[in-house]
């Protein structure tokens, strides 16, 4: 932008010379993604702020990480600017953009003039409007489809993960190659039905991790879905969509499926209530599977009290057609009592750990220290099961579409392939005791539990972080998978991060078939916790 062209911009006309020309070179450097600049005009220390739609970052180093994975912004013009002396070398700036591909937005700042110059001490952005998130929606409608007019859910929208069926629209996996190589649905999957005859309306279909086989939350193709909780970090995965949707108020109910943690994992880095069902309790017909033997849906909501609503409907008998009735204990509430495993505790971080002791103290529970044993002879022998399913699932299709995925997701599928009948048959035997074991702690007691090691990542953490990340994460999610147990996670704890202070969940898992009384128990450990 020239001087004259900035001088022809109304209202730069009141604004002190110096400080317009810092306001246009700031511009300048938005404009060419110049991160170095960039983080040179935001004033340094832990007091500079930024926010936007997405939410709101304290520090300058969390807004420096955040701009590093934003990727610039499109070609605009300052149409208008508003200046407003705030005191002593203190001003706002209030500025109007045009963007050249259509749409208006709001910048507001606070400049303080310091030392080096003239500096943004905070900062609020209200970008150009935008018809839908693409990172979380594949199809979206207000509503997509009208559901009952009538009914306990009245009301309330909800996000398909993009693993079910919906008549009329093809399944995508996450995947653009696989939505094109598949036709569209004939029928409804029952567990969408299920929603959408007690009331819900569907809202659209969100995104996955590609074919389900992550837990991180991003997508090589679509983008990754922002985290509604934390901004510039990871959402989780692979219900990475609805949880999105969910957490910025997008939709009220995530449909979702939970393998290893796929409904846990992004509840926890969202701060929401999360559920993954008893397996086998709701059908999976008409969902794409990962790996048969530990696929289960479950459900996503922004409080208890609306994930209570989901549950008492869908998983009763008058509420589905799909559902056996959830076995006879599940009308009584489960024992105030828990069982906490000590090799989670031993693995989380330091933060996660205090702020769940401190959670413990307050419950005023019966609570016991219990051994599951090595949490990496849960996870490897559920490696190997899983990876021999998921093989058996998608291996054709992978071998008709070389080169069709994401590399993390490829290499993923690349061990699986290797996985041979002798490793998996050792595995399955390996998981039996292991089953049996939870499933006689859970007899008299709830686990109870830390979702996942800490805050989530940041979306620019490097590979070897996020992986060794992820595998811890298994290691704490993988048990209730393996004995099949129904699994909350419920948003109680709240710990620091780079990003600020960050959510993580804390799980409560209890014996087979108990899922309505478990999310009664959640509700009140939170209520006790408060």
Same mark, same amino acid.
């Given at each position: 932008m020239t001087e004259t062209e900035a001088m022809a911009i109304p209202g730069t006309d009141g604004v002190p010379a110096d400080l317009l020309d810092a306001f246009l070179a700031y511009e300048r450097a938005i404009l060419d993604n110049d991160l170095d600049a960039l983080d040179g005009w935001f004033a340094p220390g832990a007091g500079t702020m930024r926010g936007d739609d997405a939410g709101l970052l304290v520090g300058h180093d969390a807004i420096s990480a955040f701009r590093s994975l934003r990727g610039g912004v499109s070609s605009r013009v300052i149409e208008r600017i508003e200046h407003r002396p705030l005191g002593e070398d203190v001003a706002l700036l209030v500025s109007v953009s045009r963007f050249a591909i259509g749409g208006r937005g709001l910048q507001t700042?606070?400049?303080?003039?310091?030392?080096?110059?003239?500096?943004?001490?905070?900062?609020?952005?209200?970008?150009?409007?935008?018809?839908?998130?693409?990172?979380?929606?594949?199809?979206?409608?207000?509503?997509?489809?009208?559901?009952?007019?009538?009914?306990?859910?009245?009301?309330?929208?909800?996000? *398909?993960?993009?693993?079910?069926?919906?008549?009329?629209?093809?399944?995508?996996?996450?995947?653009?190659?696989?939505?094109?190589?598949?036709?569209?649905?004939?029928s409804t999957a029952p567990a969408v039905s299920d929603l959408l005859r007690g009331g819900a309306s569907l809202r659209g279909i969100a995104r996955t991790d590609e074919f389900a086989y992550s837990v991180a939350g991003d997508n090589a193709h679509y983008g990754t879905p922002p985290n509604g909780a934390l901004p510039g970090a990871l959402p989780g995965g692979s219900s990475s969509g609805p949880a999105a949707a969910v957490a910025t108020g997008q939709a009220d109910i995530?449909?979702?499926?939970?393998?290893?943690?796929?409904?846990?994992?992004?509840?926890?880095?969202?701060?929401?209530w999360g559920i993954r069902?008893?397996?086998?309790?709701?059908?999976?017909?008409?969902?794409?599977?990962?790996?048969?033997?530990?696929?289960?849906?479950?459900?996503?909501?922004?409080?208890?009290?609306?994930?209570?609503?989901?549950v008492d409907w869908c998983l009763s008998y008058d509420g589905s057609e799909?559902?056996?009735?959830?076995?006879?204990?599940?009308?009584? !509430?489960?024992?105030?009592?828990?069982?906490?495993?000590?090799?989670?505790?031993?693995?989380?971080?330091?933060?996660?750990?205090?702020?769940? =002791?401190?959670?413990?103290?307050?419950?005023?529970?019966?609570? =016991?220290?219990?051994?599951?044993?090595?949490?990496?002879?849960?996870?490897?022998?559920?490696?190997v099961v899983q990876g021999a399913e998921a093989w058996r699932n998608n291996g054709d299709w992978l071998r008709d579409h070389p080169g069709s995925t994401g590399a993390a997701v490829a290499d993923r599928f690349r061990a699986a392939s290797q996985i041979s009948? !002798?490793? =998996?048959? @050792?595995?399955?035997?390996?998981?039996?005791?292991? @089953? =049996?074991?939870?499933?006689?702690?859970?007899?008299?007691?709830?686990?109870?539990?830390?979702?996942?090691?800490?805050?989530?990542?940041?979306?620019?953490? !490097?590979? @070897?972080?996020?992986?060794a990340l992820r595998t811890a994460t298994l290691r704490m999610t993988t048990p209730a998978a *393996?004995?099949?147990?129904?699994?909350?996670?419920?948003?109680?704890?709240?710990?620091?991060?780079?990003?600020?202070?960050?959510?993580?969940?804390?799980?409560?898992?209890?014996?087979?078939?108990? !899922?309505?009384?478990?999310?009664?128990?959640?509700?009140?450990?939170?209520?006790?916790? @408060?």
């Open positions: 700042q606070v400049w303080q003039k310091t030392a080096d110059g003239w500096r943004i001490t905070a900062a609020h952005v209200s970008p150009r409007p935008q018809a839908f998130n693409r990172a979380i929606w594949r199809t979206v409608g207000d509503p997509l489809f009208q559901g009952a007019w009538e009914g306990p859910l009245e009301g309330l929208t909800v996000a *398909v993960k993009d693993l079910f069926a919906i008549k009329g629209y093809r399944i995508g996996a996450g995947n653009p190659a696989y939505l094109e190589s598949v036709k569209a649905e004939s995530g449909l979702a499926t939970d393998t290893a943690g796929s409904v846990r994992v992004p509840a926890s880095y969202q701060g929401l069902t008893t397996h086998g309790l709701v059908p999976r017909q008409g969902m794409l599977p990962l790996a048969q033997s530990f696929d289960t849906v479950g459900w996503l909501t922004r409080d208890g009290a609306t994930l209570q609503r989901v799909s559902t056996e009735r959830v076995l006879g204990e599940s009308g009584a !509430d489960l024992p105030w009592r828990f069982a906490v495993p000590i090799e989670v505790l031993d693995i989380v971080e330091p933060a996660t750990r205090d702020a769940f =002791e401190a959670l413990l103290a307050r419950l005023e529970a019966p609570v =016991e220290r219990v051994s599951i044993g090595d949490l990496a002879g849960w996870q490897e022998p559920f490696r009948a !002798d490793d =998996e048959t @050792a595995a399955r035997a390996a998981l039996e005791p292991l @089953a =049996e074991r939870l499933h006689g702690l859970l007899r008299d007691a709830t686990l109870l539990l830390p979702t996942v090691p800490g805050p989530a990542p940041l979306r620019t953490a !490097d590979g @070897a972080a996020v992986d *393996v004995a099949g147990a129904p699994a909350v996670s419920a948003p109680l704890l709240t710990v620091p991060s780079s990003l600020g202070p960050a959510p993580v969940g804390v799980c409560l898992v209890s014996r087979p078939g108990t !899922d309505i009384a478990l999310v009664r128990l959640a509700r009140r450990v939170a209520e006790a916790a @408060a």
